[in-house]
């Protein structure tokens, strides 16, 4: 056991309503609070904190992300634009932002959970852009249930990093067609 295992342990209200008593006066909080607070004031006082730093808020609201991103991954394919002649089925939970704890204010901030689908730090407007881009257009993939995690990854990474669409010469879509029509019959 530490010397400050004693803080660590401790409720964090409690410790918020004991520092405030002492910004008001000092003497009205034990010697061992009054030592400790005075340490913190120092460290305050002679490192500020960084401005880029993430504050609390944003790491929540990053692991939202996150949770969106991996939603679109297992569910994306539920919304999918595959029938042009009449509109899809519904199904709930629907993919937007307010299931994830996610508001449309935060569609202009930037997160780093664009990394995880390998678009770098992105705004969130771009982030889900890219999934409806990669998960819901015409073609729709369900594949986060197999179990050889390098087959997941490699298909997410191929999937992710070209929004789910390559483009085909006129030559190789000949190709293609020859070959449906010759399965068609």
Same mark, same amino acid.
């Given at each position: 056991?530490?010397?400050?295992?004693?803080?660590?342990?401790?409720?964090?209200?409690?410790?918020?309503?004991?520092?405030?008593? /002492?910004?008001?006066?000092?003497?009205?909080?034990?010697?061992?609070?009054?030592?400790?607070?005075?340490?913190?004031?120092?460290?305050?006082?002679?490192?500020?904190?960084?401005?880029?730093?993430? @504050?609390?808020?944003?790491?929540? @609201?990053?692991?939202?992300?996150?949770?969106?991103?991996?939603? /679109?991954?297992?569910?994306?394919?539920?919304?999918? @634009?595959?029938?042009?002649?009449?509109?899809?089925?519904?199904?709930?939970?629907?993919?937007?932002?307010?299931?994830? *704890?996610?508001?449309?204010?935060?569609?202009?901030?930037?997160?780093?959970?664009?990394?995880?689908?390998?678009?770098?730090?992105?705004?969130?407007?771009?982030?889900?852009?890219?999934?409806?881009?990669? /998960?819901?257009?015409?073609?729709?993939?369900?594949?986060?249930?197999?179990? @050889?995690?390098?087959?997941?990854?490699?298909?997410?990474?191929?999937?992710?990093?070209?929004?789910?669409?390559?483009?085909?010469?006129?030559?190789?879509?000949?190709?293609?067609?020859?070959?449906?029509?010759?399965?068609? *019959?």
């Amino acid at each position: 056991m530490d010397k400050f295992s004693s803080v660590g342990n401790q409720e964090l209200e409690a410790i918020e309503n004991l520092y405030q008593s /002492y910004l008001e006066d000092p003497e009205s909080v034990d010697k061992s609070w009054q030592q400790f607070f005075s340490g913190f004031e120092l460290a305050r006082k002679h490192y500020p904190e960084k401005p880029g730093l993430v @504050k609390q808020d944003n790491i929540d @609201k990053e692991f939202a992300i996150l949770n969106l991103i991996h939603g /679109y991954r297992q569910r994306g394919h539920l919304f999918t @634009k595959t029938n042009p002649v009449r509109s899809r089925r519904k199904y709930t939970p629907t993919l937007t932002l307010e299931n994830f *704890g996610l508001e449309q204010k935060d569609l202009e901030t930037t997160f780093q959970a664009g990394n995880e689908i390998g678009i770098g730090p992105a705004k969130l407007k771009d982030i889900v852009a890219h999934l409806e881009d990669t /998960y819901c257009r015409s073609v729709g993939v369900e594949y986060v249930y197999m179990r @050889k995690p390098e087959v997941v990854q490699w298909l997410r990474e191929r999937m992710e990093s070209t929004k789910n669409s390559e483009s085909y010469s006129v030559e190789k879509r000949k190709h293609f067609f020859y070959h449906l029509k010759l399965a068609v *019959g």
